[in-house]
C-alpha cells in the first residue's frame, strides 16, 4: 500500500493593527510578493524591474512585501482602503508597525488618514479620504517633501468637504 504525503506550503502574511481615537480600527495585511499575481518587465534592463508596467516605489528589482489590504473600520462601516502599488511597508515592530498611521473620521462616512511606510533606507507616503462613503487614495509619492510634511503633520487636514454631513441613501 502507498502512502501519499501532501505537503502544504502557506505563504505567510502578517496581520497589524491599530486603533485612533474616534473607535476607529486600521487593519492592514501584508504578505510576500508574488510574482504570478503582477506583470513583470524589464528586470534584466536595469535595477528596476517594472511591476504590472510601473517602477515599484523605492525598491531595486522585485518587491519581497506587499500590501494585501488595508481596512478601516468606524461606526459599523468597514471601507477597503486602495493599496496597490504599495510594497515593502516595513511595518516590523522594530519599525514601529502601524505607528506612522493617521487619520480621523467626522462622521462614519467622511474621513482623512495619512501613513508613512520605510524599508531599507527608502520611504513612501500614502494619504487616502473617505467621503460620502466611497474610498480615494490621493497621494502614493517617494517625494521626500512629502514624507517631510506628513512626518511634521501627521493628521491630514480637517477638509470641509469630509466634515459635511454624509448624503443618504
Not at 518587465?41 to 522585485?62: E, F, I, R, S, Y
Not at 522594530?94 to 531599507?120: I, M, P, T, V, W
Not at 467621503?131 to 480637517?158: K, Q, W, Y
Request: charged share 15%; with cysteine; aromatic share 8%.
Amino acid at each position: 500500500m502507498l502512502a501519499l504525503a501532501c505537503f502544504c506550503v502557506q505563504a505567510h502574511a502578517d496581520t497589524y493593527q491599530r486603533h485612533l481615537p474616534g473607535a476607529i480600527m486600521v487593519t492592514l495585511v501584508d504578505g510576500p510578493f508574488h510574482e504570478g499575481d503582477h506583470h513583470i518587465d524589464h528586470c534584466n534592463q536595469a535595477d528596476t524591474c517594472l511591476v504590472d508596467h510601473l517602477p515599484p516605489l523605492m525598491t531595486l528589482g522585485l518587491p519581497t512585501v506587499e500590501i494585501k489590504s488595508i481596512t478601516v473600520s468606524v461606526g459599523g462601516m468597514t471601507y477597503a482602503l486602495p493599496s496597490s502599488r504599495m510594497f515593502n511597508p516595513g511595518l516590523s515592530s522594530q519599525s514601529g508597525g502601524l505607528e506612522r498611521f493617521a487619520g480621523y473620521c467626522a462622521n462614519r462616512f467622511n474621513c482623512a488618514f495619512r501613513a508613512r511606510f520605510a524599508e531599507a533606507g527608502g520611504a513612501y507616503a500614502a494619504e487616502w479620504i473617505i467621503r460620502n462613503g466611497v474610498a480615494t487614495r490621493t497621494v502614493l509619492s517617494t517625494s521626500i517633501d512629502i514624507s517631510t510634511l506628513f512626518s511634521e503633520n501627521r493628521m491630514p487636514p480637517r477638509d470641509e468637504k469630509c466634515s459635511l454631513p454624509a448624503r443618504t441613501f
